[in-house]
C-alpha cells in the first residue's frame, strides 16, 4: 500500500494514468504535470500546467518528491496532427528534462511507461531479455528512454513498465479495443492477417492498476512486461465482441504483410511481484461494450 507520499505524475488525463491517479490519490500528496486541467489545486491535489513539447520549467515544480510517474506520450504523431518533432520532444526531450529535475530534488523512485512493442518481432510470447528491435518512432523514443532511465541508477530506483494493450470502459475510442467494438457496432471491416492474427495480451485496467501499483512498491530496480493472462487473435477478440453486442463481426484480410504478433510472457511479474492478472478477457470486452458513450458515436 502506497500512503504519505508525495508524487509526480505526467500523462495523468490519459487512460492508464487517470485510472492509475485516482488510486494513488487516496492517502498521497498528488501533483499532475498536464497541458490543460478544468481542475483546480488543493490541499492534496495539485495541478500543475505546461506543454510537453517546451523544455519543462521545473522551477514550477515541487522542491520534494518521492515518486515520478511518466505517463505522457504521443504514440502516432499523425493521429493527432503533431509532427515528428513534437512526438521526439514530448516522449524523449520530456524524459531526459524529468530525469535530471529528479536527480537534483532526491526523488526516490522514477516509474516510466514504455511498450510491448519496443521488441524484435517474434512469435512466442517476449520475456524481458529478448531482444529490443524498434519499428517505428514511437517505439524508438521508448527504448531510447528506458535507456536513459537506467542510466540514473547512482541517484534513484526506476520502474520501467512495458504496457500491452491497456484496456477498459472509459478508454479513448481510438484504442484497438473500443475501436474494434465500434467498428462491428458499426458492421465495418476487422483487417486481420492470413491467420486471423496478430495475437496480443491485452491487459485490463482493474489490473494493469494493481501490477503498477506493485511494481512501484519493488525495493529493487525492475523492467517489466504488463500483459494480460490471455493472448488471443484479433479475429479471436472480435468474434468475442460480436457475441456480446449480438452482431456478426465483418473480416478483410490485409493483402500486404502481416502485423506482427505481440505476446507477453508475464512470468517476471508473477514471480516477482506475486501477481496474476484476474480479470478474463471476455468480462473485460464485455465492460467496453456496455460503455454506451463511446459506442453511440460513430467512428
Same mark, same amino acid.
Given at each position: 500500500m502506497i500512503e504519505g507520499k508525495s508524487i509526480l505524475v505526467t500523462g495523468?488525463?490519459?487512460? !492508464?494514468?487517470?485510472?492509475?491517479?485516482?488510486?494513488?490519490? !487516496?492517502? =498521497? #500528496?498528488m501533483y499532475s504535470l $498536464? #497541458? *490543460?486541467? *478544468? =481542475?483546480e489545486s488543493n490541499?492534496?491535489?495539485?495541478?500543475?500546467e505546461a506543454d510537453l513539447r517546451d523544455?519543462?520549467?521545473?522551477? #514550477?515544480?515541487?522542491?520534494?518528491?518521492?515518486?515520478?510517474?511518466?505517463?505522457?506520450?504521443?504514440?502516432?504523431?499523425?493521429?493527432? =496532427?503533431?509532427?515528428?518533432?513534437?512526438?521526439i520532444r514530448v516522449n524523449l526531450e520530456s524524459?531526459?528534462?524529468?530525469?535530471e529535475y529528479a536527480k537534483n530534488i532526491g526523488v526516490k523512485r522514477f516509474v516510466f511507461a514504455s511498450t510491448g512493442g519496443v521488441y524484435k518481432e517474434q512469435p512466442y510470447p517476449l520475456t524481458e531479455e529478448d531482444? $529490443? $528491435? /524498434?519499428?517505428?518512432?514511437?517505439?524508438?523514443?521508448?527504448?531510447?528512454?528506458?535507456?536513459a532511465v537506467k542510466s540514473y541508477t547512482a541517484f534513484f530506483k526506476y520502474?520501467?513498465? #512495458?504496457? /500491452?494493450?491497456? /484496456?477498459? &470502459?472509459?478508454?479513448?475510442e481510438n484504442r484497438l479495443i473500443p475501436k474494434l467494438a465500434k467498428m462491428i457496432k458499426n458492421h465495418q471491416p476487422v483487417f486481420i492477417n492470413e491467420s486471423g492474427g496478430p495475437v496480443i495480451s491485452p491487459i485490463y485496467c482493474s489490473d494493469f492498476i494493481e501490477a503498477t501499483m506493485r511494481a512501484i512498491e519493488y525495493e529493487d530496480n525492475v523492467l517489466m512486461n504488463i500483459g494480460g493472462s490471455e493472448s488471443k487473435s484479433i479475429k479471436e477478440i472480435a468474434d468475442m465482441i460480436g457475441s456480446i453486442l449480438g452482431e456478426k463481426p465483418r473480416f478483410a484480410v490485409k493483402e500486404t504483410?502481416?502485423? &506482427? =504478433?505481440?505476446?507477453?510472457?508475464? *512470468?517476471?511479474?508473477?514471480?516477482?511481484?506475486?501477481?496474476? &492478472?484476474?480479470?478474463?478477457?471476455?468480462d473485460g470486452l464485455r465492460s467496453v461494450c456496455e460503455d454506451k458513450s463511446m459506442l453511440e458515436s460513430k467512428i
Open positions: 495523468e488525463t490519459g487512460f !492508464v494514468g487517470s485510472n492509475l491517479f485516482r488510486k494513488l490519490s !487516496v492517502g =498521497n #500528496r $498536464c #497541458r *490543460s486541467s *478544468s =481542475n490541499e492534496s491535489t495539485g495541478y500543475i523544455p519543462i520549467d521545473t522551477g #514550477r515544480l515541487p522542491g520534494e518528491i518521492d515518486y515520478i510517474i511518466h505517463l505522457a506520450a504521443i504514440i502516432n504523431h499523425k493521429e493527432y =496532427n503533431v509532427t515528428e518533432s513534437d512526438l524524459t531526459l528534462h524529468l530525469l531482444t $529490443c $528491435c /524498434y519499428k517505428g518512432l514511437y517505439s524508438l523514443t521508448k527504448y531510447l528512454c528506458e535507456e520502474t520501467i513498465l #512495458r504496457y /500491452y494493450y491497456p /484496456y477498459g &470502459p472509459g478508454q479513448r504483410g502481416n502485423s &506482427p =504478433n505481440q505476446i507477453a510472457d508475464i *512470468s517476471l511479474l508473477k514471480e516477482l511481484l506475486g501477481f496474476v &492478472p484476474e480479470h478474463k478477457m471476455i
